[in-house]
């Protein structure tokens, strides 16, 4: 039998999220700097002979079906070399809803996994655009590089981004993505900046006000953030909440004043994520 593959699921934020405008689709054109953290979930993988896909433990709220982890194991069944299953648990650390590409990153990494133990032989941009039929974030996930990224999210630009430390605050609600983006109020016409541009000056998030007006808990957790640092900002359409510390103490300091009631880590801005050495 062979042994199981054990990989992780990397957390991403969006350093930046700039909404450019909706397209006749329905989706919206965006342009965001996704940065790789070393913390997040973790899955293991282990063959089975009679070629069901099982996946264990359940997610509250979520069916199977729906489960973005048995979805991207169905994608690539059909692609085996031979018809074998798989078992697939999940060690769930980052929060749902919290935007920071959990559910994204476990497909991408259940992609890679199940790429070499099924030997489907697929390349990894043939990998990102299954991904892509998955989630928007699952290709960046897929490529795993700190990335700008523009379209959807799809059209990808590998970043080298300065090694730093994040202090992530996630507090107890989850936030809606498609609410955000449906809603009237949300801010669609920025304009398109350069990577180089972003790199000298940064950027903003279009999403942050308007979650902050709609979840209280939210603009409680970044207006606590902001007592101590500058650059308090919300990844994605949130819950989650981080800041940048040039040093891990540093970010460990506001780390052990935070609140018990919410969610919070630190750990390190990443530009290669380990599970992206498999996908070639």
Not at 178 to 203: M, N, Q, S, W, Y
Not at 243 to 253: G, N, R, V, Y
Not at 262 to 276: D, E, H, I, T
Request: hydrophobic content about 40%; aromatic content about 6%; overall charge negative.
């Amino acid at each position: 039998m062979t042994q199981p593959l054990i990989l992780p699921a990397p957390a991403k934020l969006n350093l930046c999220l700039h909404i450019l405008g909706r397209r006749t689709d329905g989706y919206h054109e965006l342009q965001t700097a996704f940065q790789l953290l070393d913390y997040g979930d973790e899955l293991r993988f282990s063959c089975r002979k009679d070629g069901d896909i099982r996946l264990a433990p359940a997610l509250a709220g979520v069916s199977l079906k729906d489960n973005l982890i048995y979805r991207a194991a169905a994608a690539l069944h059909p692609l085996a070399s031979d018809p074998t299953g798989v078992d697939i648990h999940l060690t769930k650390r980052l929060p749902m809803g919290g935007g920071l590409g959990g559910g994204s990153s476990n497909a991408a990494t259940t992609l890679i996994a199940l790429n070499q133990l099924w030997d489907c032989g697929l390349d990894t941009p043939t990998l990102q655009a299954i991904g892509l039929k998955l989630g928007a974030d699952v290709p960046v996930f897929v490529g795993g590089h700190s990335a700008w990224a523009e379209g959807v999210g799809e059209r990808l630009t590998p970043l080298e981004l300065p090694e730093r430390w994040y202090l992530v605050i996630t507090p107890n609600t989850a936030v809606s993505t498609a609410g955000v983006f449906c809603h009237k109020d949300l801010t669609r016409d920025t304009a398109p900046i350069t990577v180089a541009a972003f790199l000298e000056r940064g950027g903003k998030n279009d999403c942050q006000s308007l979650v902050r007006k709609l979840y209280p808990e939210v603009d409680k957790v970044l207006i606590w953030l902001e007592n101590f640092v500058s650059n308090a900002r919300m990844s994605g359409t949130g819950a989650s909440v981080f800041a940048a510390f040039d040093s891990k103490a540093d970010a460990l300091e506001i780390l052990r004043q935070t609140p018990e009631s919410w969610s919070s880590f630190v750990a390190r801005g990443v530009n290669q994520s380990p599970v992206s050495q498999m996908g070639d």
